[in-house]
């Protein structure tokens, strides 16, 4: 059995209180596994505690959310110091965070994603590049932070002004409908789950705040639609060169002559908090959350 993990958790991103939650349900249950465990906060020196555990920590267990954690940058550090970690790798997980380069490849493997493109807040100002509803959000950000629908008579959300004259935000169609989500692991899509937020769409608070969402797990679609959700899943953590466990985030318009399915993104570092899907949807199929957590130890590893 690995003797020493190190758990990072917590770090900079808009994300940090997710991240300590997932963290600290991470630590408790390796402990209970019988795993030596110590964590790190990633909004110290992380790369200098990392360093210094190098030749003791035989594996990093990656609980952080969010920039510096999920997009390449501690995937890295973890493959310069040479200390296995969970989850995807580092080119996997860049590409997964930036929605830009992800939608040009699930596009042309064939998973449908909304259309849109990237616009300057001074352009959309100048010119909404799209009619409304409309979808606006930051290229490389997660847990819905940043993410605002535009709808007809809606105040836009940025103010016209110096500060954001430069910045770039992606902006897609609306798709209306159902939330779905699927968890991918050991290279299979495990299941389908249905999330419906009590109300509006599925923002943060709807994510991470208990009694906001109601999970269906299986979701209630047909066999056909299952297993296309299943394997469009699945497809997209191949192309991006994914690894351990993600979770693909798709809208359903199941409307007469709608849109039908759009894949939203790919998160390499599902939530690992009481009211995560991916618990969730393993939970479900057999794999329980002491399970789920040892399997991504022992699936740890560098140069992928």
């Known amino acids: 059995m690995t003797k020493q993990i190190v758990v990072l958790m917590g770090g900079k991103s808009g994300e ?3 991240s300590l939650r997932s963290g600290a349900a991470v630590v408790q249950t390796l402990r209970s596994l019988g ?14 505690e990392l360093r210094a555990m190098s030749d003791e920590a035989d594996v990093v267990f990656n609980a952080l959310h969010g920039r510096y954690g999920e997009d390449g940058c501690i995937q890295g550090v973890c493959e310069v110091l040479g200390i296995p970690y969970t989850h995807s790798g580092v080119l996997a997980s860049a590409l997964a965070m930036n929605k830009v380069m992800s939608k040009k490849l699930f596009r042309h493997v064939g998973i449908p994603v909304p259309d849109g493109g990237v616009f300057s807040i001074e352009q959309i100002f100048t010119n909404e590049p799209l009619q409304r509803p409309y979808v606006v959000k930051p290229i490389n950000q997660g847990s819905s932070l940043g993410v605002h629908i535009i709808r007809e008579g809606d105040r836009f959300p940025f103010e016209e002004g110096h500060e954001n ?7 897609e169609d609306y798709v ?13 899509g495990l299941e389908v789950l249905e999330i419906k937020p009590t109300e509006g769409f599925y923002d943060y608070d709807s994510k991470y705040k208990a009694g906001h969402s109601e999970y269906l797990v299986p979701a209630p679609v047909s066999y ?7 394997n469009f899943a ?3 953590h191949q192309v991006l060169g994914c690894r351990g466990v993600t979770r693909a985030d798709f809208r359903y318009d199941d409307t007469e002559g709608g849109l039908g399915l759009r894949l939203l993104e790919v998160n390499t570092q ?6 995560s899907l991916v618990p969730e949807i393993a939970s479900y199929v057999g794999i329980n959350f002491s399970s789920l957590i040892n ?4 699936d740890a590893r560098c140069n992928t």
């Open 234 to 236: 699945l497809l997209a």
């Open 165 to 171: 004259h430069e910045r770039m935000v992606l902006v």
């Open 35 to 48: 795993y030596e465990v110590c964590s790190i906060d990633a909004a110290q020196d992380v790369l200098a």
């Open 224 to 230: 056909k639609t299952r297993t296309e959700i299943l």
């Open 176 to 188: 209306p409908g159902r939330e779905l989500t699927v968890a991918v692991m050991k290279e299979r």
């Open 270 to 275: 599902p939530g690992l908090t009481p009211t």
């Open 295 to 298: 399997w991504m130890v022992e």
């Open 16 to 18: 940090r209180e997710v």
